[in-house]
């Protein structure tokens, strides 16, 4: 016997203890067989080149002349529900003849063109050179407001207002010089004042002459301290000069 064909192996002579585990059952989608069919369907109607066969259209249905034109609705009869005119008399008709007024036209006329009011024209301008036409009323061109007899003439409510900000000054004034006498002060001239200021600017642009020739370096703690001297000194400066410029009377203490 030709040991080839037969069904038996070495390998089957050892003994094996491990066993394989059960699969598990494998997944079936429950639209399987609607899936099947839908994709069947599809491919029996596309069998054919192109699409599925349809019904020849017969030669007795051919196009006919005029047959694709609008057709018009059926003809109603007309019929008129509006009233109508009085009808035009006839030869036969004749007005009804002697009826006159005694009153004359002519003299009334006269009259009223005479005694009327003559009708002005609308003022208008022209802006173009053909002519063009427009209301001048409307146009801001007439000078309506300088004609008004209260033109350039101060309103009430200011000129009362300019009255009563002129009398809180004075009582004001009256009250600052009462006090001032109270307390023994004296009012700087327009001269002291002036001469205050420009000395007050000329210390400053001593000092700021003095700041423009530090050094650029400031490297050690005496020039720092210098440096800030100088600026508080130009500061305070700046702002006396500030004080003195903004009020125009200035009092001060009699020693």
Not at 92 to 104: A, F, L, R, Y
Not at 125 to 142: F, Q
């Amino acid at each position: 016997m030709d040991p080839t064909c037969s069904s038996e192996s070495v390998y089957n002579l050892i003994p094996s203890d491990a066993k394989e585990p059960p699969q598990p059952p494998r997944y079936t989608s429950v639209f399987k067989t609607t899936v099947k069919e839908d994709v069947q369907k599809a491919k029996n109607a596309m069998k054919t080149m192109g699409p599925a066969k349809v019904e020849v259209p017969s030669p007795k249905n051919f196009l006919k002349k005029h047959s694709k034109e609008k057709t018009l609705p059926p003809k109603k009869k007309f019929e008129w529900n509006e009233p109508r005119k009085p009808p035009v008399p006839q030869r036969s008709e004749h007005p009804v003849m002697g009826i006159q007024s005694g009153k004359n036209f002519i003299n009334t006329n006269a009259a009223d063109v005479i005694m009327g009011v003559a009708k002005k024209p609308k003022p208008i301008y022209v802006d173009k050179r053909t002519g063009d036409k427009h209301d001048l009323e409307s146009s801001g061109l007439v000078p309506k407001f300088i004609n008004k007899k209260d033109y350039g003439v101060t309103p009430g409510y200011i000129c009362k207002r300019n009255e009563e900000v002129k009398k809180a000054q004075e009582e004001y004034d009256n009250y600052v010089q009462e006090n001032l006498r109270k307390a023994a002060m004296k009012r700087l001239s327009d001269e002291e004042r002036e001469a205050v200021l420009q000395g007050l600017k000329k210390n400053w642009e001593v000092v700021h002459k003095e700041f423009q020739s530090l050094s650029v370096f400031i490297d050690s703690i005496p020039k720092k301290m210098r440096k800030q001297k100088l600026e508080e000194e130009m500061k305070q400066l700046e702002h006396d000069i500030g004080v003195i410029e903004k009020h125009k009377i200035i009092y001060i203490a009699n020693k």
